[in-house]
């Protein structure tokens, strides 16, 4: 059998990048908790028209048939593209078993199917929070969910070596407000337009503003000039009045954006930036939306973003609004492992091989295991008894540190990197703490 070829924006990881994955999940799913989300996990496929119903995403949906499916049958099943959209039905689906405001974090595989490149993929990992209200959610919440992202990137930095971030901000109240000022009806054209302009640039956005939405010149111009604001304060008011257009809801989205960066300066001071060219391109968002940066590495766009959506979930008597932040951790760590700035100190989880003096004492290198992982100390057995010098190189090739001879017959371990060996007992021996697991290093 040839060798398998590789499928483009199906990326895998070697076992010491799945290790740095791994960590990286634990540290996020664990901050998560700290602030109070509670795990759910929803079904990989929805129905086609749920999926298609909100923004310019139908042609990104992966479809799901049966092999026998008969000719002319419908395609009624697609693969989630995000896990907001599917969130959307678990709550109506489970809402009168659920405690609102409710809070849920939810790791999983998503698939678009679009064209692959750098940070883009066609199967990715995501992870997300949301709160959600019955009826009515608090605005506090749109500044509450930055503010736990800029903990779990905090904790990335310090813990693993990920770069810092910037979150960028707006407020979709705001820009519609602004546009309608301008006199102008397709909002949600305008909104996707724009949110090309770190893409394309101002001159190609009123180029599409003009040519595709139908707009005069001075209203693209205009709106370009919007996004073209930004502030670390609230001074980003007084430069948005500074344009001349009034509308009650550009007031509204005012308000609600100085509020929020008022309360993130008050606890991350710069780490929280309003940028009026933040659009986001999915329909379902009515208020705040996010958009994150990773400082140095900023040409890979947004590694994690979201916002607020108050129509998103209706059973049509009661609706379900929301705020929410979706991290994408695919696209943050693929390019950091593929190009070796992250990895893992060892491929392999053990600490510990325990050598085998001969196929005949075998039993008791495994009672010597079990008494090791009974206490926590990932280890395993050599594969064959072998010279002691060959399982030690084996050892070496898998990046194990410790070597356990004797097996019950004056045991000892032996640090093969600094060649020390002493007499061990395998219910009181511990390695060090940085030798218990894999580490994620930086490069």
């Not at 102008?184 to 394309?200: P, S």
Request: charged fraction near 25%.
């Amino acid at each position: 059998m040839a060798r398998p070829k590789p499928i483009s924006g199906f990326p895998e990881f070697l076992p010491a990048g799945r290790l740095v994955e791994n960590q990286v999940l634990a540290a996020i799913t664990s901050t998560f908790e700290l602030h109070g989300f509670a795990p759910i996990e929803t079904r990989a496929v929805e129905p086609l028209d749920q999926l298609a119903r909100k923004g310019e995403i139908d042609k990104e949906i992966y479809v799901v048939r049966r092999l026998h499916a008969q000719q002319g049958d419908a395609d009624e099943l697609g693969l989630h593209f995000d896990l907001t959209v599917p969130f959307a039905r678990y709550v109506l689906e489970h809402s009168g078993h659920l405690n609102f405001p409710f809070r849920r974090y939810q790791v999983q595989k998503v698939w678009r199917g679009e064209r692959p490149q750098e940070g883009r993929y066609r199967e990715f990992t995501q992870a997300d929070i949301d709160i959600v209200g019955r009826d009515r959610l608090a605005d506090h919440h749109d500044a509450e969910i930055p503010l736990v992202a800029l903990d779990v990137f905090g904790r990335l930095h310090r813990d693993l070596g990920l770069p810092p971030v910037s979150i960028r901000v707006n407020n979709r109240k705001l820009s519609e407000g602004f546009y309608r000022g301008l006199g102008i009806e397709d909002t949600a054209a305008v909104l996707q337009r724009v949110d090309k302009y770190d893409k394309v640039g101002p001159d190609v956005v009123v180029e599409l503003l003009t040519e595709q939405v139908g707009l005069g010149e001075s209203q693209a111009r205009a709106c370009v000039a919007l996004a073209g604001i930004s502030s670390e304060d609230e001074s980003f008011v007084d430069q948005v009045r500074a344009l001349g257009v009034t509308h009650e809801l550009l007031e509204e989205g005012l308000a609600d954006l100085a509020s929020l960066i008022r309360i993130a300066r008050g606890t991350e001071p710069g780490r929280v930036v309003a940028d009026l060219r933040i659009a986001r391109g999915l329909d379902y968002y009515t208020g705040t939306v996010y958009e994150t940066l990773l400082l140095g590495s900023e040409k890979l766009g947004s590694v994690a973003s979201g916002g607020r959506y108050d129509s998103l979930a209706s059973d049509g008597k009661t609706t379900f609004p929301g705020v929410g932040y979706s991290f994408g951790i695919t696209r943050i760590l693929a390019p950091l492992i593929g190009k070796g700035a992250l990895n893992a100190t060892r491929s392999v989880p053990s600490a510990v091989l325990v050598a085998v003096d001969s196929e005949e004492s075998r039993d008791r290198a495994i009672c010597v295991a079990r008494r090791l992982r009974e206490r926590g100390i990932a280890c395993e057995v050599a594969p064959k008894a072998d010279k002691f010098g060959r399982q030690i190189r084996f050892a070496e090739r898998r990046g194990i540190p410790f070597v356990w001879f004797g097996a019950n017959l004056d045991d000892s371990v032996k640090d093969i990197r600094s060649g020390e060996q002493l007499p061990a007992d395998p219910d009181a021996w511990s390695p060090p703490i940085e030798d218990a697991t894999p580490r994620v290093v930086l490069g």
